[in-house]
């Protein structure tokens, strides 16, 4: 079945300690993308990666890194999480269709809650 | 800067009434348009889309037309069903691949 996934799909976690959401697709996309949802603000880009080793910042990226090293796997990390970023993450991932088309595929969320 | 501007919810509605949730962009080039759903307790799930001026995209009785002269994209359904209770999402491509997307409407039917 063609998926994206990401885990955890829940997490709680405290001020400045490092956690990592993974990502990871099985369709063969070169494009990933990671999105946060907040009320009231729609879906906002965090980063996104054109391909391996192809990334770039999107609207919101302070606070985030992410990386590529396998075209299937594109990690979110926070290095020193703070309440702000608590917020609902998405992973998209396409295929660049031919002009814009950009149909993006979504994961089930993960849902951040920092203390 | 581009954006994506849809009415603000929540709208209630009694089963077989007819939705519009309107939708607006800003018209730099010329995107791909989506809606977008969202289920309580899941991710987005491509619900129609339509790539050029004129086109109509449709699915599950969901209709949206791309409408170039008025910068639109407004959804309608002839006739909701309690099933359809969601986060409906419009959004527009762009050059850099990410979706730009309106802020949500949430649809509640009751029966």
């Known amino acids: 079945e063609a998926q994206v996934t990401q885990n955890p799909r829940y997490l709680i976690t405290v001020t400045g300690k490092k956690l990592t959401v993974t990502c990871s697709q099985n369709?063969?996309?070169?494009?990933m993308s990671w999105y946060r949802q907040d009320p009231g603000l729609g879906l906002r880009q965090i980063y996104y990666?054109?391909?391996?080793?192809?990334?770039d910042k999107g609207d919101v990226p302070e606070g985030y890194k992410v990386s590529r090293k396998e075209k299937r796997n594109f990690p979110l990390i926070l290095e020193s999480p703070s309440p702000n970023q608590t917020s609902l993450y998405f992973c998209?991932?396409?295929?660049?269709?031919?002009?814009?088309?950009?149909?993006?595929?979504f994961g089930p969320g993960t849902r951040l809650t920092v203390t | 800067g581009d954006s994506v501007t849809q009415m603000e919810g929540p709208v209630t509605l009694s089963e077989e009434a007819f939705l519009t949730i309107n939708c607006t962009y800003t018209?730099?080039?010329?995107?791909?348009l989506f809606w977008y759903v969202q289920y309580p307790g899941e991710g987005l799930q491509l619900l129609l889309k339509?790539?050029?001026?004129?086109d109509k995209g449709s699915n599950k009785g969901f209709e949206a037309t791309y409408r170039k002269e008025t910068t639109s994209f407004h959804l309608e359904k002839g006739s909701v069903q309690v099933s359809d209770s969601a986060v409906y999402f419009c959004?527009?491509?762009?050059?850099?691949?990410?979706?730009?997307f309106g802020q949500g409407t949430t649809l509640q039917v009751k029966p």
């Open positions: 998209a991932s396409s295929r660049p269709e031919t002009g814009y088309g950009h149909e993006q595929y």
């Open positions: 369709m063969n996309h070169e494009y």
């Open positions: 990666s054109m391909n391996v080793e192809v990334t």
């Open positions: 018209a730099t080039g010329y995107p791909s």
């Open positions: 339509a790539t050029k001026a004129d």
């Open positions: 959004a527009r491509s762009s050059n850099t691949g990410k979706l730009i």
